[in-house]
């Protein structure tokens, strides 16, 4: 989850999604409540680490942070120097995975193909959107804060894409958290807090009542994403008012892509053995899972 959080596009929810830990995942966040604030109020440490799920939480954000200043530097590197095989690599990994997914759906039915292709079509709108322009009106920054911290939770959403795509990813993480102004943090951080609870309880309930639908939504979310993944396609980059690129520490900013076909080419053959590399990888994580259980 951590080394995905690094390539454009791709989000960490999506990766807790193909691994199969999405449902203890959103579980865990559901469970910082009433009940465990009154549990740690009280000192019992004990029931207040069995009721979040401490122990899967720990292990799970250490391999994040572990993940950030490794493996994500890594690939950070590869996604400057060989972008093309980066992509190809996220592509075969993620599109394969809507295949795994599938399968856990338990019947399908009418409503459940239709929020599939929902999931879908709302993906794919949103990476065709055209950049709003930048708003720093309270309740908007607020809403803001909501979409960001959802991108962390549902998979196939990329925060900063859709930041960029609400207008303010400029104005919020580029000028406001480098600068500490408070005026756009707080708004944000307070959308960030209610979504984060408002978010995890209701995907939870759906999972519970409505769990071959609620799959079935997500997984054609992830399908729509995959055109953001697309390995063949020219970004064009965030600019200011004067037509200049913004830099973020030293990196242009992707606002949007123009997509193509692929040549036959020495290059497009190792970009496909890299697809296959990201389908082995579902492959490798299915058959562990399987194991484990």
């Not at 999506?14 to 000192?43: N, P, Q, R, V």
């Not at 120097?81 to 338990?106: C, D, K, M, N, Q």
């Not at 200011?240 to 949007?256: M, R, S």
């Not at 990201?278 to 194991?291: D, H, R």
Request: proline share 3%; glycine share 8%.
């Amino acid at each position: 989850m951590g080394a995905a959080n690094v390539i454009p596009g791709v989000s960490g929810g999506t990766i807790a999604f193909i691994t199969g830990i999405y449902e203890d995942f959103i579980s865990s966040l559901k469970a910082f409540d009433t009940k465990a604030l009154s549990l740690l109020l009280h000192l019992k440490t004990g029931e207040f680490a069995r009721h979040i799920n401490l122990r899967f939480l720990t292990v799970l954000m250490s391999g994040v942070v572990f993940s950030l200043f490794t493996v994500g530097k890594l690939l950070d590197y590869l996604f400057i120097e060989f972008s093309l095989y980066v992509w190809s690599f996220f592509f075969g990994l993620i599109a394969v995975s809507v295949l795994s997914v599938g399968r856990t759906i338990v019947k399908w039915t009418v409503p459940v193909i239709t929020w599939g292709i929902v999931g879908i079509v709302v993906a794919v709108i949103l990476a065709l959107m055209t950049p709003a322009s930048e708003n720093s009106n309270f309740i908007y920054l607020i809403i803001c804060g909501i979409v960001a911290i959802a991108s962390m939770i549902l998979p196939g959403l990329s925060g900063s894409f859709v930041l960029i795509l609400m207008g303010n990813y400029q104005l919020i993480m580029l000028q406001a958290i480098p600068s500490l102004n408070f005026s756009i943090i707080i708004p944000v951080a307070i959308g960030a807090v209610v979504g984060f609870i408002l978010l995890s309880h209701v995907i939870s309930f759906f999972l519970k009542k409505f769990h071959d639908v609620t799959i079935s939504t997500l997984t054609g979310f992830i399908l729509g994403s995959l055109i953001i993944i697309w390995p063949w396609k020219i970004a064009y980059y965030l600019t200011d008012t004067t037509g200049n690129e913004i830099l973020k520490n030293g990196k242009k900013i992707i606002q949007g892509y123009e997509w193509n076909f692929p040549e036959l080419t020495l290059q497009t053959l190792f970009a496909l053995f890299c697809m296959l590399a990201g389908v082995s990888v579902v492959l490798v994580i299915e058959k562990l899972a399987s194991t484990r259980k």
